[in-house]
C-alpha cells in the first residue's frame, strides 16, 4: 500500500497500486467487474476497525495507471496520480493527471483527468471543509507538468510545479 487513511469510525483504508495478472478490474466509469484493467492498476480497499477486511477494489485503464496520494474524508475517499489511458475523456498526449471521488465502500462518485501533451502528475490531494454558501468542499492537488497544462507557457522538457483548486463535484 502508498497511502492509509481512516475514518470517524476507526475503519482503515488503503489504496496504492497493482499489476494485472488478469482483467477483472473495474474500469473507471463502469460499476461492473470486467476485463478493463491492464498493466498497472491502482487498488483501494477498506479495513474494519478489527483489521478483518471488508472489501477490495481495483481500478484502471488498458494503460498504465499510478496511484500517488489518498485522503480520507467524512464519506468519502479521494485519490490522485496520473495515468497513460482514459479515466474521463481522451489521454492529452503522454501521461495524464487524475482525481477520484470514491465513496466508503470502494464505488466510484466521480473522476476528473487532467494532461497536456507532455507529462503531468498528481502527487498530493486535500481536501478542505464544506462551503456554506455552495455546499460543497474544495479538492487541492499538487503535482508536476512538462507540458502547457491549465494554459501555461512552459519550457520544453522542464518539469513544473503546479498547486490547483476543484470542487468536490467537477
Known sequence: ALAIGLDAAGNVYISGNTVARSGNGTAWGSTEPGDYCAGSDIFLGG???NGDLSWVRRFGTPHDDFLRAMVVVDD???VCGATYGEVVGANQGDL???IS???LSGSEIWSYQLGSND???CSAIVVGKIDDNSGSRPVYIAGSTAGD???STTFEGVQYRYVARF???P
Do not use: M, P
Open 167 to 169: 470542487s468536490d463535484t
Open 101 to 103: 471521488k470514491f465513496t
Open 76 to 78: 468519502a475517499i479521494y
Open 119 to 121: 507529462t503531468d502528475e
Open 47 to 49: 479495513l474494519a476497525r
Open 96 to 98: 495524464d493527471a487524475f
Open 149 to 151: 497544462l491549465f494554459g
